[in-house]
Each structure stands twice: as structure tokens, then as C-alpha cells.
């Protein structure tokens, strides 16, 4: 199993930017799929979350701004952010975990056995 993020880039606030994340190794319909990030000195937090079945949760920071997608034909995750800011800025990672439950999610870090190497996303004028 293998989980490898890309898009991440440097961003003027205001800016938008769109993450990919692609599992292989497995069939992807199969997982739970999740967005977190990881600024300096602080823990890593839940971004986005989508059930196999496309139900999203998304952390209240981001509501609004930010939206979780799933393409199952490609074995790809997305996170659209737009009105990014500064506060925006961290490594993110995307990570899966295979379920039974088409339409269960998971929010927690801890729920996750499969994560990607990270992208750096920095927002900053």
C-alpha cells in the first residue's frame, strides 16, 4: 500500500491550490480516505475526512474554504483550498484506512493506517 501526495507550492493568501493523493497497492473504494496537516511545533491535525460512500466531514477551519473529493476510477483523493491563509500553512498528508462501511469516516489521526510522505503547502504574501 502506497499513499503519494502532490500539489503542494508556495501561495499568496487569498490563493487557491488543489492536493492530490494517490493510493495504490489496493483497491481504493475499498478505504476511508482523510486529509490532516502538521504545522511546525504543533501536532497534526484533521483537515478533511470522505467515506467510501462520498459522505465529507471537514474540520470547522476550514469549512467553506476547503472540499474534500474522491475519483475511485483513479485511485485519487483531492483537497480544493481556496481563501487560503496564512494559518493554512503546514505539511499535509493524506492517509487511508480500509472499511467495511461504506458510509463511515474517521476524523481521528489514530484511525488511519496508511499515510502519505507529506506536501509542504505555504501561504505567504
Known amino acids: 500500500v502506497q499513499l503519494v501526495e502532490s500539489g503542494g507550492a508556495l501561495v499568496q493568501p487569498g490563493g487557491s491550490l488543489r492536493l492530490s493523493c494517490v493510493l495504490s497497492?489496493?483497491?481504493?473504494?475499498?478505504?476511508?480516505m482523510g486529509w490532516f496537516r502538521q504545522a511546525p511545533g504543533k501536532e497534526r491535525d484533521f483537515v478533511a475526512a470522505?467515506?467510501?460512500?462520498?459522505?465529507?466531514n471537514l474540520a470547522d477551519s476550514v469549512k467553506g474554504r476547503f472540499t474534500i473529493s474522491r475519483d475511485n476510477a483513479k485511485s485519487a483523493l483531492y483537497l480544493q483550498m481556496n481563501s487560503l491563509n496564512p494559518d493554512d500553512t503546514a505539511v499535509y498528508y493524506c492517509?487511508?484506512?480500509?472499511?467495511?462501511?461504506?458510509?463511515?469516516?474517521?476524523?481521528?489521526?489514530?484511525?488511519?493506517?496508511?499515510w502519505g510522505q507529506g506536501t509542504q503547502v505555504t501561504v505567504s504574501s
Open positions: 497497492g489496493v483497491t481504493f473504494g475499498n478505504y476511508v
Open positions: 492517509a487511508g484506512r480500509i472499511s467495511v462501511v461504506s458510509d463511515r469516516l474517521h476524523i481521528r489521526a489514530n484511525d488511519y493506517d496508511h
Open positions: 470522505i467515506s467510501r460512500s462520498g459522505i465529507t
